[in-house]
């Protein structure tokens, strides 16, 4: 993983909404997360517009997926963002 790629992946206001949407419910197919950004944030966008915005988490790896059958389940892990922090620690001064 490239922090290029984390950042590139965090720039983009769709993809953080994505991110939140797996915080508050993890595990969810592309189905159910273009139902809650519609519902929820008013993000009309196309399916295929939010997989590639899947797709560039997930290269980032900030998002993982399992295959269950035909359906593909979407995982947050933030374990990458650790990088960021490791960087440039938090100093309690």
Do not use: N
């Not at 797996?22 to 929820?40: A, H, N, P, V, Y």
């Amino acid at each position: 993983m490239d922090a290029a790629d984390l950042f590139k992946a965090l720039s983009d206001p769709t993809r953080r909404t994505i991110l939140d949407e797996l915080q508050q419910s993890d595990g969810q197919t592309l189905f159910e997360i273009c139902g809650r950004l519609i519902m929820k944030h008013g993000l009309s966008s196309s399916r295929q517009a939010i997989s590639q915005h899947l797709a560039v988490l997930e290269e980032a790896g900030l998002v993982r997926t399992r295959r269950e059958g035909r359906y593909k389940f979407h995982h947050l892990d933030t374990s990458p963002l650790r990088s960021i922090v490791d960087r440039w620690p938090f100093d309690k001064e």
